[in-house]
């Protein structure tokens, strides 16, 4: 089975962030011929379904620069150097909710877009939470909100594109599909 | 309602490539502080459910640099300048797989990493597809094959990781939620 791998010839390093890296690889295609492909570098991200005992979904709620919207969102966050993706999952979930949990089933991974960049967020599902005694401090150059929505609510943020991105949106399907909430 | 908004004090472009640019925005936050945020530029994307009339998913299978991997995605591309999704969206379908279709639905759209990039996807569905008489030619340093997958083959590569990355997983995800297949 062909699997049409791109050999890089030769890699430009064009900026060094606190978020991404970008660089442009050289690459030679299948058939012989050299083309570039653009490729943001991202450290990979985590993604938490937490589910309270009156099964509302806890959601944040902040400002994206990138889509210059406020989107609702899982907590979720960029993985750390050497950490796991399930403490970094614990992590942004205290960081961002103020809960923790000792129970964090995994639901999946996927690239978030491979045509330009290597990020690969991990999502999580959790019901058993617990309320952090003292909370945990986060970026502190994130400001956000917590919400707690039934799964109609959020199918209705869906709707209304108030939650609008990949890993949200699959959330909401697959709590759907579930068929337990 | 408090949206958080963040104020753009300046912008400075990094870099504009074919696929992306990249910029590093000097935005003032909530709490009068300023901070920076890396943001790449996309123009949107769109990406087609395509269902054949035995019930089999069409995908295409290319080698991601970015990921240094081969997946098995929807079929799916950027929009061109001016060009409207839709009409994205059917051509992609042309170029990636030899079918076309008068009946295109939409089935939901989501940015696919809002923390770094303001790329926005639309996915489509049909079950309606016409072979094309004449293969469309499609950009000149794609590489890809056809597969065609039952439901339950499609779930079996999300199970191994074949399929793996946000649209193509949703679309599984959604089409096992309709129940149709």
Request: zero cysteines; a negative charge.
């Amino acid at each position: 089975m062909n699997n049409f791998e791109e050999k890089t010839i030769n890699t430009k390093k064009i900026f060094e962030g606190k978020m991404i890296d970008l660089q442009v690889d050289e690459v030679s295609l299948p058939n012989g011929e050299v083309s570039q492909r653009e490729i943001v570098k991202h450290p990979g991200a985590v993604a938490v379904i937490a589910i309270t005992k009156d099964n509302k979904i806890v959601l944040v709620k902040q400002y994206r620069k990138p889509t210059e919207k406020t989107l609702v969102e899982l907590p979720a966050g960029k993985i750390d150097q050497n950490e796991q993706p399930l403490a970094a999952a614990i992590r942004e979930l205290e960081e961002e909710t103020g809960y923790t949990t000792k129970e964090l089933n995994f639901v999946t991974s996927f690239y978030t877009s491979p045509g330009f960049a290597n990020e690969l967020i991990y999502i999580y599902i959790t019901d058993t939470l617990e309320k952090l005694e003292t909370p945990v401090q986060g970026d502190d150059d994130e400001f956000i909100e917590i919400l707690e929505l039934s799964l109609d609510e959020a199918k209705q943020y869906v709707e209304e594109e108030k939650i609008h991105d990949a890993k949200t949106n699959y959330a909401i399907l697959y709590l759907h599909a579930l068929g337990r909430m």
